[in-house]
């Protein structure tokens, strides 16, 4: 699990989003771990502490979804 955290994060630092002021930070990473040992759904823990700060935009947040379901299976 921790390897697809990673590879969600480094996808998102490779996209180079002009629209992002940043990018998933490790903090962000490890939350998501944290979430996930407490027994939150992987895919759900890394859209709520990784993409879900990075962006309000609707069509942005749709894309980092895209993106970390192709890390992270439903």
């Not at 979804?65 to 890390?71: D, G, P, Q, R, W």
């Amino acid at each position: 699990v921790a390897a697809m955290i990673v590879q969600v994060g480094q996808a998102i630092r490779r996209t180079g989003a002009s629209s992002l002021r940043e990018v998933a930070s490790t903090r962000t990473l490890v939350t998501a771990g944290h979430l996930i040992s407490a027994g939150v759904p992987a895919k759900r823990a890394v859209l709520a502490a990784v993409t879900g700060p990075l962006s309000d935009d609707p069509g942005l947040a749709a894309g980092l979804e895209e993106l970390v379901a192709t890390f992270i299976p439903a």
